[in-house]
């Protein structure tokens, strides 16, 4: 470990030892990326996502609170509804007077069943080929819920009701990408792999089981926009990110932690996901445009020609801006670019200059390449250095 790298997590400490916060501080030091040594990232995002107040002194009872709040969601929106289940079909007179499985009531239990169902489909379709260029997500967690898994009571896991359900997934898929595919061709086909639903022994799930549960949830919780594809993305980095912390005592509270981060900045980047916001100013549409009205102004030359080829931002940028680059680099690169993005006070404000980044560092080549090239190259980026991205985005704030 270099000294400038020692000195770094020294300032971190520094600021987070504090009895308050210092949050822009806190803000400068993050944006040129977060030391994953001590857990130091997983403290930082957890702030800078406003999980955890700016008052140290009030993180144990707030993290106590939060944590037990996340398992009465389990309790009320996993558990029950199981047992329930379970339960409506123990007695006939219950069956056949006060619900059954085809009563057209939109209040009926089973109704809901079948509901929540589609979108379990859907997530656990997702889930499951999540980050497929790394086994983590296919590996058993070191803690997996033992309030569902209690050999006590034989829960009904999300996954045994996945496997129980004949609806196929397939008919209930609800993509946003419209004109574009949600999945990157830079990441690995998860289809290729033998052990994409491999079942581990009972008692024990995996961490794509850890998050089907955080993604259920926020959908139960959240009826109005419930599970979009690609949702699975934004989560899959925050849960990595905390589940390896090295803190075992934060790591065992990975599943609660990551679900109120994920909840937090999906209140500010839920509008990408409604389509019926699209074209507002708010809307995904928007911020396309803004793209490249930032790339006009920036460089002009590169500007015209994707206009003169006729290659629309919705055509790449749709899913570089939905995703947070999620799709576009691998799960280490994307971590360190979430560094700034997190850190940035008008973060989203810098996910368009890093897009328009992007775009300004393959200028030449897209400046020669043809309509058919020049889609290859923002379909797969090829340019992995994201600190270079970084640096030229940067640039493009300074210079406004």
């Known amino acids: 470990m270099s000294s400038l790298h020692k000195s770094r997590i020294a300032d ?107 979108v379990l489909l859907q997530i656990d379709k997702d889930v499951r080929r999540l980050c497929p260029d790394i086994s983590f997500f296919q590996r058993a967690t070191e803690y997996p819920c033992l309030l569902i898994l209690d050999p006590q009571n034989e829960f009904e896991t999300l996954r045994k009701r996945v496997e129980q359900t004949t609806l196929k ?14 999945s990157s061709p830079h990441k690995l086909s998860a289809s290729s792999s033998p052990n994409e639903y491999e079942v581990l022994p009972n008692g024990c799930e995996a961490h794509w089981e850890v998050v089907e549960r955080i993604l259920f949830i926020y959908a139960k919780l959240n009826p109005g926009i419930a599970y979009v594809q690609g949702m699975n993305e934004i989560v899959g980095p925050l849960y990595y990110t905390f589940a390896t912390d090295p803190n075992s005592e934060w790591k065992e509270h990975a599943e609660a932690d990551t679900f109120f981060c994920f909840t937090n900045l999906m209140a500010e980047i839920r509008d990408n996901f409604i ?24 460089d002009v030359e590169l500007y015209l020609k994707l206009q003169e080829q006729n290659i629309k931002p919705q055509f790449f940028a749709f899913r570089w801006l939905t995703l947070l680059l999620s799709q576009e680099f691998l799960l280490p690169d ?25 775009l300004i560092l393959i200028r030449e080549q897209l400046l020669e390449g043809d309509f058919t090239i020049n889609m290859r190259l923002l379909q797969d980026y090829p340019i992995t250095d994201v600190c270079q991205i970084l640096q030229k985005a940067t640039e493009l704030q300074d210079s406004k």
């Open 12 to 118: 971190f400490q520094d600021v987070l030892k504090e009895p308050t916060i210092a949050l822009e501080k806190l803000r400068e030091l993050s944006f040129s990326g977060i030391p994953c040594e001590g857990g130091l990232r997983c403290l930082c995002w957890k702030i800078l996502l406003n999980y955890l107040p700016l008052e140290r002194a009030s993180w144990t009872s707030i993290l106590a609170k939060q944590r037990e709040l996340y398992s009465q969601f389990l309790r009320e929106m996993i558990i029950q509804p199981g047992i329930a289940k379970a339960n409506m079909g123990v007695s006939r007179e219950d069956v056949t007077f006060e619900d059954h499985p085809l009563n057209p009531n939109p209040d009926s239990r089973w109704n809901t069943y079948f509901r929540d169902n589609e």
């Open 169 to 182: 997934s397939q008919t209930v898929a609800r993509n946003r990408s419209g004109v574009t595919n949600m």
């Open 275 to 298: 389509k019926s916001l699209d074209d507002s100013q708010c809307g995904i549409t928007y911020k396309m445009e803004k793209v490249y009205s930032t790339l006009k102004d920036k």
């Open 334 to 358: 994307v971590i360190r670019i979430w560094d700034s993005l997190f850190a940035d006070d008008s973060r989203f404000d810098f996910l368009l200059l890093v897009c328009c980044a992007m």
